[in-house]
């Protein structure tokens, strides 16, 4: 479990707090925003040790006081009859901490397992998590572990499955705080989330620079192996044989790019708001330039790989300010604990060293129009694909209506009600039932998903 201090958020007020107590982002104050996310999880708990509390008893308090998720209390296993909930004597551990993926560089990783006294490892290895300690800098040492395979077969005889859940541009796994309990209550699962590397608490290495002489498509092709080859790694070195790989908006585009790449790793891909599936519109980008001023400035910033990170970081003391402006527009709907906790996070994560970043101009054009766009691409996919989007996400999800016509694969569209871009925090339960239909594999043609539209369902290919 991480071992980094559960730092209680006071939340600043007006123009005067940016200007005169401003206080610059560090690696351990990511963390703690991290952590006040995550302690709603009621099976994550931060350290005891609380900064600023007079004893370890009110620390223990005032840690108690949030592990509830904020979520809807109703049992989301309840509307997927194959769901098995967990046994009285099963228990339910979660833990967050950094892996080694090799050349000094860490992801940043948080695991939920379920431990049963019934269970037994066929392999007689497995993974070996240990508490984490400070660094010299007060950070998250690397969560310690072997790197032999587990297969894990509890009562029913089968091997405990893996879902692997990668966030989206700008965000981190803490962006997935309102799932992970009900997520969780699926038996037979592991549950990974991540932090890309060069993004949230994961390492911040140099991204690469361009190289002359190359052509567009392979600068494309060295963006995205920055993120699959990371991924490859923390993959072995989890001991991860195949999973169910889940990503967001930029994380589904990466981790569709991670399909392609490694077939023989992936079960089943769930693609939730990609980015970069449709192809861009002939003359968009002149277009968009000839709109007027702010468009065409638009289009050369992000030529120039101005990011809304490096922004942030720019406007110094002001940062904290212009991201509250996004966060108490774009998630009016949190309570003000969530609202602040989810802010500071933001923030935090944001302010860091610029990294995965830069990646997104050598991706993506404005508009998020992938400069190699997937929608060609994901005919050569080898597993199942499911695209969850949200009733009113700007993606458009007509783009994977055309995709998958293409596509060789058992494929599903479906969208999530009361939901944008952001649909696992909008509507989490809904965001949870279309998850938990995909983790048990229900007939969703004949029996459905309560708060889901399937739009497309091909499960016979």
């Given at each position: ?111 939920i397992d379920r431990t049963d006294d ?122 991860i044989d195949s999973m169910t790989l ?125 400069r190699k766009p997937l929608h060609d ?85």
């Open positions: 479990m991480a071992d980094v201090a559960f730092v209680p958020h006071q939340q600043p007020k007006g123009r005067s707090w940016s200007l005169f107590s401003w206080t610059p982002t560090s690696v351990t104050l990511a963390q703690a925003a991290e952590n006040r996310l995550l302690s709603r999880f009621q099976y994550f708990k931060p350290s005891s040790t609380l900064v600023g509390a007079a004893t370890p008893q009110e620390a223990r308090e005032a840690v108690s006081e949030t592990t509830e998720l904020s979520t809807p209390t109703k049992d989301i296993s309840q509307n997927i009859e194959s769901a098995q909930s967990a046994e009285p004597n099963e228990s339910l551990i979660a833990r967050v901490g950094l892996v080694d993926v090799g050349d000094g560089q860490m992801i940043n990783t948080l695991v019934k269970l037994h490892h066929t392999t007689g290895a497995g993974i070996l998590r240990r508490e984490l300690s400070h660094g010299s800098g007060g950070e998250m040492v690397h969560l310690e572990q072997d790197v032999a395979p587990v297969e894990e077969v509890g009562r029913t005889g089968t091997k405990k499955k893996t879902l692997v859940m990668a966030h989206g541009y700008g965000a981190g796994l803490g962006f997935f705080y309102r799932n992970f309990a009900g997520l969780s209550d699926v038996s037979g699962w592991r549950i990974y989330a991540i932090d890309w590397l060069g993004m949230a608490n994961s390492s911040r290495p140099s991204f690469p620079k361009l190289k002359r002489g190359v052509t567009d498509d392979e600068i494309v092709e060295d963006a995205e192996a920055f993120f699959v080859e990371s991924l490859e790694k923390w993959r072995e070195a989890n001991g889940m990503g967001h908006s930029l994380g589904g585009y990466l981790s569709a790019c991670y399909a392609l790449k490694h077939p023989e790793r992936v079960e089943k891909l769930v693609l939730v708001s990609p980015a970069g599936v449709g192809k861009i519109p002939e003359g968009q980008e002149a277009a968009l330039r000839r709109r007027g001023f702010l468009p065409a400035l638009f289009t050369t910033l992000w030529s120039w790989n101005v990011t809304p990170m490096s922004v942030i970081r720019t406007m110094g003391p002001w940062g904290p300010s212009l991201v509250r402006k996004y966060t108490s527009r774009r998630f009016a709907y949190l309570d003000q604990s969530d609202a602040d906790d989810l802010h500071s996070y933001i923030y935090h994560i944001s302010a860091q060293t610029g990294s995965g970043e830069f990646a997104l101009a050598r991706l993506l054009l404005p508009g998020a129009w992938a691409r994901l005919a050569n996919l080898k597993m199942p694909t499911t695209f969850l989007y949200g009733a009113h996400d700007w993606m458009d999800y007509h783009a994977a209506m055309s995709a998958v016509q293409g596509m060789k694969v058992p494929t599903r569209i479906a969208r999530v009600s009361d939901s944008g871009h952001h649909l696992y925090l909008d509507n989490p339960m809904g965001f949870n039932n279309a998850m938990i239909a995909e983790m048990v594999n229900k007939d969703v043609a004949r029996k459905g998903v309560e708060d889901v539209e399937y739009v497309h369902v091909n499960d016979r290919r």
